[in-house]
């Protein structure tokens, strides 16, 4: 069973930044592909990035584009979300997410979530 484990959410100033991590334990896939969603209050779940674990192919959402960074450190199984420049409209429940097969930015196709890490950013 695929475990992850999400950290690193808090309380930012508009503009500040944040590191978040989700950690990967259990079974592994080499074709996996591991991404970031979002969920703000009140909202759907959207998508925010997504990278796959052999050859490092990222994508980002536009609302996201040229602020947060996706990366994967394989030496603590870990993939990491880099947010700068961090807006108001980044505070939502931020989740981690994995899918053995193909990459998508839909939701339905991930089989394996973490529970979730709390992003405020207030103005």
């Known amino acids: 069973q695929v475990q992850l484990v999400e950290s690193g959410g808090g309380l930012v100033q508009a503009g500040g930044s944040l590191r978040l991590s989700c950690v990967v334990s259990?079974?592994?896939?080499?074709?996996?592909?591991m991404a970031w969603f979002r969920q703000p209050p009140g909202k759907e779940r959207e998508f925010v990035a997504s990278?796959?674990?052999?050859?490092?192919?990222?994508y980002i959402a536009d609302s996201v584009k040229g602020r947060f960074t996706i990366s994967r450190d394989n030496s603590k199984n870990a993939v990491n979300l880099q947010m700068n420049s961090l807006r108001p409209e980044d505070t939502a429940v931020y989740y981690c997410a994995a899918n053995p097969g193909a990459s998508s930015t839909e939701d339905r196709i991930y089989n394996y979530w973490g529970q979730g890490t709390q992003v405020t950013v207030s103005s």
């Open positions: 259990g079974r592994t896939f080499s074709g996996a592909v």
């Open positions: 990278i796959r674990w052999i050859g490092g192919n990222t």
